[in-house]
């Protein structure tokens, strides 16, 4: 599966940002083991002409300490998405070859954002409006947690009435901890993701008339096990969306994914591989009946990474992906 018939293949050359980006940044002691924590993070578009604008990373102003951690409010990728992209062994999930193109998302979309004009059903994506908090390291433990704010309730108005549909209070709750072992060469991970009213199935054209609400749930967790200058994992995923209200078409969509793989350290840089398998989905419908059936996925990513001084890097980078019949994932160039 995964062929498109009647298109012809489109090649492409040019200049990509990728996650390249310019941090203004401040760091301020405030006394007593506390710090003033400020960045503003912007991406530019050198491949694109002067009218383009400037696009807004993780930026944040919070504050530090040694003794309990940090809180900070803005915009980032938060504890979910970052304990995917911190395991992938092909340089955090950039693009070609990278965990992203099939984790965190039921196929199609593979990096969202949430904002107060951005609805996404990427699990893989940067939240606005959020207010969150990181641990200490507590002998190899720390944990975080995140809070989005109920920003864009005033933006939701029932269909075609122009008041406020008070029932909708769209929100975001994210719970994750890891531990890296400090005797022995093992970490283990777990989070989990929770959003409320954010209709990720309709977002992705998957959703039924008449929904009133929504809940969209993401459950990830892992191991890792370093053997010298190899670094062998493996996780599984599982993402839930559902709504409220149906009158025809999906109310329920669920996958389940798992996924191994390498880093191997080499004295000239790192090689990184691995395999990930998205299962295929269960779903449930009120009448229609077009069914979740072979909606899954594998995928092989590997990458060799090249250390030319401490701050060039070159790297080749290659994937191979096969969706069944009705699959949507696919490989990105970012």
Same mark, same amino acid.
């Given at each position: 599966?995964?062929?498109?018939?009647?298109?012809?293949?489109?090649?492409?050359?040019?200049?990509?940002?990728?996650?390249?980006?310019?941090?203004?940044?401040?760091?301020?002691?405030?006394?007593?083991?506390?710090?003033?924590?400020?960045?503003?993070?912007?991406?530019?578009?050198?491949?694109?002409?002067?009218?383009?604008?400037?696009?807004?990373?993780?930026?944040?102003?919070?504050?530090?300490?040694?003794?309990?951690?940090?809180?900070?409010?803005?915009?980032?990728?938060?504890?979910?998405?970052?304990?995917?992209?911190?395991?992938?062994?092909? !340089?955090? /999930?950039? $693009?070609? +070859?990278?965990?992203?193109?099939?984790?965190?998302?039921?196929?199609? &979309?593979?990096? %969202?954002? =949430?904002?107060?004009?951005?609805?996404?059903?990427?699990?893989?994506?940067?939240?606005?409006?959020?207010?969150?908090?990181?641990?200490?390291?507590?002998?190899?433990?720390?944990?975080?947690?995140?809070?989005?704010?109920?920003?864009?309730?005033?933006? !939701?108005? /029932?269909? $075609?009435? +122009?008041?406020?549909?008070?029932?909708?209070?769209?929100?975001?709750? &994210?719970?994750? %901890?890891? =531990?890296?072992?400090?005797?022995?060469?093992?970490?283990?991970?777990?989070?989990?993701?929770?959003?409320?009213?954010?209709?990720?199935?309709?977002?992705?054209?998957?959703?039924?008339?008449?929904?009133?609400?929504?809940?969209?749930?993401?459950?990830?967790?892992? /191991?890792?096990?370093?053997?010298?200058?190899?670094?062998?994992?493996?996780?599984?995923?599982?993402?839930?969306?559902?709504?409220?209200?149906?009158?025809?078409?999906?109310?329920?969509?669920?996958?389940?994914?798992?996924?191994?793989?390498?880093?191997?350290?080499?004295?000239?840089?790192?090689?990184?591989?691995?395999?990930?398998?998205?299962?295929?989905?269960?779903?449930?419908?009120?009448?229609?009946?077009?069914?979740?059936?072979?909606?899954?996925?594998?995928?092989?990513?590997?990458?060799?990474?090249?250390?030319?001084?401490?701050?060039?890097?070159?790297?080749?980078?290659?994937?191979?992906?096969?969706?069944?019949?009705?699959?949507?994932?696919?490989?990105?160039?970012?």
């Amino acid at each position: 599966g995964g062929e498109i018939d009647g298109a012809d293949s489109v090649g492409h050359f040019g200049i990509s940002n990728n996650y390249s980006n310019v941090t203004i940044s401040s760091l301020e002691d405030l006394g007593g083991g506390l710090k003033l924590d400020f960045a503003l993070q912007i991406q530019l578009a050198p491949g694109n002409d002067t009218s383009a604008s400037l696009g807004n990373r993780n930026s944040h102003i919070g504050l530090v300490s040694d003794s309990w951690g940090g809180i900070w409010y803005g915009t980032n990728e938060q504890i979910y998405e970052r304990y995917l992209y911190t395991i992938d062994p092909i !340089d955090g /999930a950039a $693009g070609l +070859g990278g965990n992203l193109q099939i984790l965190g998302t039921p196929g199609g &979309q593979v990096f %969202g954002l =949430y904002g107060p004009s951005e609805s996404g059903y990427s699990f893989y994506r940067r939240d606005g409006q959020s207010l969150w908090y990181d641990s200490p390291n507590f002998n190899g433990f720390t944990f975080g947690v995140v809070w989005q704010m109920d920003f864009n309730a005033e933006n !939701d108005h /029932a269909s $075609g009435s +122009g008041t406020m549909d008070v029932d909708r209070n769209p929100m975001m709750f &994210q719970l994750g %901890g890891k =531990y890296a072992g400090t005797a022995l060469p093992v970490e283990v991970w777990a989070a989990i993701a929770y959003r409320k009213d954010q209709f990720g199935l309709s977002a992705a054209g998957l959703g039924g008339a008449g929904a009133d609400g929504s809940t969209d749930t993401g459950i990830h967790f892992g /191991a890792a096990y370093t053997l010298g200058d190899i670094k062998l994992f493996a996780g599984y995923e599982m993402i839930e969306y559902e709504l409220d209200g149906v009158t025809n078409g999906y109310e329920q969509w669920d996958r389940d994914a798992w996924y191994i793989g390498l880093k191997w350290n080499l004295a000239s840089g790192y090689l990184g591989a691995q395999y990930i398998m998205a299962l295929e989905a269960d779903c449930d419908e009120v009448v229609t009946s077009a069914g979740c059936d072979d909606t899954g996925a594998q995928m092989i990513g590997i990458g060799y990474y090249h250390t030319m001084s401490k701050q060039t890097q070159l790297y080749v980078v290659g994937s191979w992906l096969d969706n069944d019949d009705n699959g949507t994932y696919g490989t990105i160039r970012m």
